[in-house]
């Protein structure tokens, strides 16, 4: 039976754009395992209720119900252990890394850079709730934590360390990609779908990372339809 | 026979101040090899002719000479595989990261608070090739890269990828120290020997860890002589 993943999408079905949920689409296509995507928005509390919680990605396998972008990562490593994606040990243990330095270094700048259009690709029913958790989160109201020129400079700091560390590798984890730079792409794949800001120069060495891969599991990311791509998107709705 | 490493010094011959150098200090001590530390200066270039370039650390085994921190500790896990510092495979490529972390996102905000302590920690012999060499690299005077509110700042907001790691962990590789934590704590050791500043607050989830590390192999980092410990130190030479 083929697995299932409840999967947050925007006013258009096509736009799927949660970053976690970005993360386990390539640790599937990494495992090669096939999977159906369940288009979920925010409200769709009742959705979830079987998963005992509230958000995305919930990844279904049979009997087995699995909530967290990471904990998914560590299931699938479980459940189909060929091609590791965490590992074990030492490799596994700073694998978590990656997902603290994706959430708490690069997605606050990016989250500057492009909320305003996050807040464009969200469904309808989805605004009031995006509008009130996030702005009693940052403590500000959505227009006023909109800041690109702010977010791009903390952004441009923040992508220091994968700068040296893509100057001599391929990938985050070597020469072929793992879960660490699954971790870190979901965020750049956010953004990718809501927004049409340039996030990173065609001359930084994380543009060549990132080419790298949207490029990959035949073009799984570089195929997502974006917002700039759905008609009348920029039109109020 | 013993290991050799030459290890920067400052004013006070104990003073050890290298955030490299403390790298190998603890891996060494996590492997267990006894070593003598030789002290060497900036400006001692002729001392290191034979490793073929002019930085510590320099690392002597025998026949072998190693240079740079990292290379060192690749070298440590071949010639003596017994408790891994880097590993292989996955947990290596990752080890790599922790290098790039350390020096592009902790050490540019560290360097501002500490700088002119770092200046007062080196041996007068070093000062006018320190000041020329680093005004030379930064594009402006000591004096001018010199302020704590802004390095503060900085660090404040590179250290949270580690507070969300070490909120659930307690230490960066897990349940013991590994090469993750040494790469990271030779910063907090270069901060410690020079200066007096406080750089983590003891709310900080780093804090403990920080504490943690210094308590290491009978107290290697706390033992350390430290600038505030040298008499005389805060007056002009």
């Known amino acids: 039976m083929a697995l299932k993943m409840f999967d947050l999408r925007g006013r258009d079905e096509r736009l799927r754009f ?16 096939a999977c159906d995507f369940v288009p979920w928005k925010f ?5 979830l209720a079987f998963s005992g919680q509230g958000r995305v990605p919930v990844l279904v396998d049979g009997e087995e119900t699995v909530v967290d972008s990471y904990e998914i990562l560590r299931y699938l490593d479980r459940a189909y252990p060929e091609r590791p994606l965490l590992g074990e040990g030492a490799a596994a243990e700073r694998a978590r890394f990656f997902k603290f330095y994706s959430e708490r270094s690069l997605a606050p700048g990016i989250v500057r850079t492009i909320l305003m259009d996050v807040f464009n690709t969200i469904h309808p029913d989805d605004r009031d709730y995006f509008r009130t958790s996030r ?3 940052f403590g500000r ?57 340039d996030l990173i120069s065609n001359a930084d060495p994380v543009y060549a990372w990132y080419q790298r891969m949207l490029d990959l599991y035949d073009g799984l990311g570089r195929n997502a339809t974006r917002l700039v791509d759905v008609e009348g998107a920029y039109q109020n709705v």
């Open 18 to 33: 949660s970053p976690y949920c970005w993360r386990v689409k390539f640790a599937l296509a990494h495992k090669g395992l």
């Open 43 to 47: 409200t769709d509390k009742e959705a």
């Open 135 to 137: 702005e009693k989160a």
């Open 141 to 197: 109201t959505l227009e006023e934590m909109h800041s690109p020129s702010q977010g791009l400079t903390m952004l441009d700091r923040a992508l220091e360390p994968m700068r040296g560390r893509l100057d001599e590798s391929e990938f985050l984890d070597g020469e072929a990609p793992g879960a660490a730079d699954y971790l870190v792409v979901g965020m750049f794949m956010w953004a990718r779908v809501c927004s049409g800001a």
